[in-house]
């Protein structure tokens, strides 16, 4: 049982790279340390500590995808305080620091998907969503900044972060603050980690689902919190928990695994049920075309609405029509 084998890996060597993504790097700035690229089993140089990263350099490997570039392990720490040096920087507008902090934040919530030490991937994770909430509270455009940049992929990664920025849009639109909205990022930005356990082939087929596909899919809110209760309190709470257990719940009964039902279902729980429908039905899948957001919110108010709870949906249209201010 992977119970037992999650047990068995909580102590891992160090890798000796991490990657990175080469769009959070500022261009024509020097970067205070070695960049690598792999080429057949080797780590080979692409930037030194020093350099900057210019257009002809960019040009040369742009075959390479964003995310495979690495840095060394021991230098994780430059490269999280460069992060945060950026997005600190008066040089640099919304924009820039928007692309930076998603492209930095992307690498690591990856991680929480593919490594196998999810420990260290949920605590390098829930430095992610301080970034965010910081990034609100200083710039009044940095929902519609970030929101901006979502790909509207399917890759679960890309779409547990979209999910965590509605969240905490939402969530503050709510009320939510402090370390309440803290950990409404987080149980948002887990919220899938469950599907580390569905088969890769499901999660990324391109067309709708047997029903054996199914209910292996329909597992994975159970299997994140088998996961997340490996954790002790302090480090996943019990609304984190939530947020993973619940999202698939439905105001009416009829979600899954609990079938809860209106006020039995946790908070938290109600808005992550939200965005992440939204999220999905505004991502391109191959077999069917990506709605635009202020569609995919009329859609679920007419075709959905008594799965979710109202004022969550109310508040909804409320950052919708932000966005659009802001655009
Ligand atoms: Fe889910
Ligand atoms: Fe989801």
Redesign the pocket.
Known sequence: MFMADEKKQQHFPEQDYVVIRINSLHPSEPVPFDIFIEIGDHKVHYLRSGDSLTAEKLRKFEDKAPDSFYIKTENRELYRNYIQDRLRSEQLNPSEKAVILRESSLAIVQDLFESPDIGQALSNSKEVITNFINFMDDEPSAMAELLGLSKHDFYTFN?SLD?SIYSLGLGSVLGYTGPELKELGEGALF??IGKRHVNIDIITKDGPLTDLEWSQMKKHPEYGLLILNQFDDTFISNNIRACCFEHHESFLGNGYPQSLAGDEIHPMARIVALT?TFDALTTKRSYNEPMLPHDALNFIKEKLRARYDRDVLEAMYSILFKLKAAS
Do not use: C
Request: proline residues 0%; hydrophobic residues 20%.
């Open positions: 779409h999910v919220h899938d992440d």
